[in-house]
């Protein structure tokens, strides 16, 4: 049975809240640049390729997912880990102050040396983020208990979204603003994301890590590799939990150019961005109400199958709309489905992974759904050869047979059914 807020262990409580401090600022603060909406408007003001637009939001991803592996190899011998969280969520706030600054400053004078310099600063954000995500799942399975999980999540991104909504008025504002010249609009945005990082990290920074009683004994990258490998062979559930999110993931061969098709087929302006934004926001938080409690008490497996039939209904939605309005729906089901997923999949993975592998199953999860960054590289090509309505239908087949993967995963032991 539970334990109530007042029963649970002090380091429980504190991390608790040190965690939903973090969730909520980086929530609101990604708002300001979300990399679905505001970024892609910001790249179309560079170029009109969508493979390029795609190629982008490819690099932002990969530079996240890929160094996984590394990083829990180094990170799982040692026995204090919480020293390369804070170093890591330092470099990644420091990013995107850089970022704001020379985008506001110099970005109509020298624009390809800005995007260069763009890509680079938001790729080293990523690549501190692989670092960071190790040690933070680490503490916070550690930590917090599975019963609580849920509603760890739930919270930090209910009030986070509260905040981002907050944030997709000022974007609204800001983007909508003629007196704003671009890009110096965007360069706003992106220092007031390098600002709200700076309380979520606070909060990040100050959690708690447990004693260790022993430490792993160093191995070389090979035997981590095949230790890996072993794993998935052994871990039949967490595998196919996997193959469902790859697949699930393939909603983003088209969510990049969403807010760029109603902009240019549908003729909404600019600042429906902001519009978006708000209505993905107030989508999510709604349904934070929803999940959080729906996965401590039915278990992760009904999270994710649930997720996976919204996913489902996005492409079949957007292949319908002809007024910028039917895109209200579908940043509704996004911002629905994009909660659920997040909640669905990392507890399942919390639910697996043993206390002494859990860097490795943090790892193996980020590596192995990298080519789930590929997939806007992927459907810019395709959208700039046959248009958006077929990459749609793509989605849809796609993300249906992750529904039925989906049908067919196991709770692991010892949680809700």
């Not at 792993?216 to 193959?243: D, K, M, S, V, Y």
């Not at 919390?350 to 002494?356: C, E, G, I, N, R």
């Amino acid at each position: 049975m539970a334990k109530r807020w007042s029963e649970q262990d002090p380091v429980f409580r504190w991390n608790f809240v040190m965690g939903f401090i973090h969730g909520v600022f980086f929530r609101a603060g990604m708002a300001f640049s979300e990399p679905n909406t505001v970024l892609p408007l910001f790249f179309s003001g560079y170029t009109s390729s969508r493979l390029v637009i795609g190629l982008f939001a490819a690099i932002f991803q990969l530079a996240g997912l890929l160094p996984q592996l590394f990083a829990a190899h180094k990170i799982e011998k040692l026995c204090k880990r919480k020293p390369v969280l804070v170093v890591s969520i330092i470099v990644r706030m420091v990013c995107w102050g850089i970022v704001g600054v020379i985008t506001y400053a110099f970005g109509r004078q020298h624009p390809a040396g800005i995007l260069v310099l763009f890509i680079f600063l938001l790729a080293l954000f990523n690549v501190a983020g692989a670092f960071a995500v190790i040690p933070f799942y680490d503490v916070i399975g550690r930590t917090i208990t599975p019963d609580w999980r849920g509603r760890f999540w739930a919270y930090r991104q209910f009030v986070g979204g509260l905040l981002a909504i907050g944030a997709a008025a000022v974007v609204h504002r800001i983007l909508g603003n003629p007196d704003i010249p671009f890009p110096k609009n965007y360069g706003i945005l992106f220092f007031l994301s390098f600002l709200s990082l700076g309380f979520a990290y606070l909060g990040l920074g100050s959690v708690k890590e447990p004693e260790r009683t022993e430490c792993p004994e160093p191995a070389p990258f090979t035997h981590f590799l095949r230790q890996a490998g072993q794993t998935l062979r052994r871990q039949t559930a967490f595998a196919r939990a996997i193959a469902v999110e790859l697949l699930a993931g393939s909603l983003f061969l088209s969510l990049p150019f969403y807010v760029v098709y109603a902009k240019e087929s549908l003729g909404s302006s600019a600042s429906v961005a902001g519009t978006f934004v708000g209505i993905q926001t107030g989508a999510a938080i709604l349904s934070n109400l929803f999940w959080g409690r729906f996965n401590d008490r039915k278990g992760s497996r009904r999270v994710i199958q649930v997720a996976l039939f919204a996913d489902l209904l996005i492409p079949l939605v957007a292949l319908l709309a002809h007024h910028e309005w039917t895109f209200y729906f579908v940043f509704a089901l996004i911002g629905f489905y994009t909660v659920g997923a997040n909640i669905g999949f990392s507890n399942f993975m919390l639910d697996v992974a043993p206390d002494a592998e859990r860097p490795r199953y943090v790892s193996l999860r980020g590596s192995l759904t990298a080519p789930v960054a590929l997939y806007p590289v992927l459907g810019g090509l395709l959208m700039d050869l046959f248009g958006f309505r077929l990459v749609l239908a793509v989605v849809a087949v796609l993300t249906l047979l992750g529904f039925g993967l989906a049908l067919g995963l196991r709770q692991p032991t010892g949680q809700t059914s």
